[in-house]
């Protein structure tokens, strides 16, 4: 069956490392999405890419960076980790390859609960 | 986007119906409802969408009034796994989703 999955499911690092954390899918699905989750905030965007070699800042980019150098996979790095990062981040992904439907359901993956210390 | 506002939490027992209801006063005309729903060390699921009137599916039911500033996700007879955040989205053509802070639902025996 398709599915989302993520990579590590838990991290912890120091402050000042870089992580990177990884989304793959096998859906086939154009768009990916990162949001980092908070008590207190809900789910914010990150980052999100509507395409190979696409990439766009979301609500809270600072600080992060993602890439897509296929279909399947867009990791998120964290080049300095910063403890305002500890959170729970969680990939999502939708839309058919080709397509860009804004009301389409995203696919969320279980999440990576990430600690800097 | 519109802006939504929903119950902080809300409290059930098993096999009642539950009904959450969110404010959407600013929705336009190409926005649509739709519900998510978030067990604890999930991802947020996907549960309902609509434009108008009534939808329902497996899981639950939507109503929206002719006005569209509000809507209504209920969920019939609830058991305890039904214990979860609720979030009500307004979507729009562009794949940007807003989450708020949600509703959470414990249901009790």
């Known amino acids: 069956d398709a599915e989302i999955t993520q990579s590590p499911r838990h991290k912890i690092t120091e402050t000042g490392r870089q992580v990177t954390l990884a989304c793959h899918q096998t859906w086939n699905h154009n768009n990916m999405f990162w949001y980092r989750q908070d008590l207190g905030h809900g789910l914010r965007l990150i980052h999100y890419s509507y395409g190979v070699h696409d990439t766009n800042k979301g609500e809270v980019s600072d600080g992060y960076s993602v890439s897509r150098s296929n279909t399947e996979d867009l990791p998120l790095t964290l080049e300095s980790a910063a403890s305002s990062q500890t959170s729970v981040y969680f990939c999502?992904?939708?839309?058919?390859?080709?397509?860009?439907?804004?009301?389409?359901?995203?696919?969320f993956g279980p999440g990576t609960r990430l600690t800097v210390l | 986007l519109a802006k939504t506002t929903q119950p902080i939490s809300m409290d059930s027992y098993e096999g009642q119906e539950v009904n959450i209801t969110c404010s959407h006063n600013n929705i336009a005309t190409n926005d649509y409802i739709t519900w998510y729903q978030q067990f604890p060390s999930q991802g947020p699921r996907f549960i309902i969408q609509?434009?108008?009137t009534k939808v329902t599916n497996e899981v639950a039911s939507l109503f929206i009034p002719a006005d569209r500033k509000s809507s209504t996700l209920s969920l019939p007879r609830v058991s305890l796994s039904d214990t979860a955040v609720y979030y009500c989205?307004?979507?729009?053509?562009?794949?940007?989703?807003?989450f708020g802070a949600g509703t959470i639902l414990r249901v009790k025996s």
């Open positions: 999502a992904s939708n839309g058919d390859r080709g397509e860009v439907s804004g009301t389409d359901t995203q696919y």
């Open positions: 989205l307004v979507v729009r053509y562009g794949n940007k989703l807003v």
């Open positions: 609509g434009y108008k």
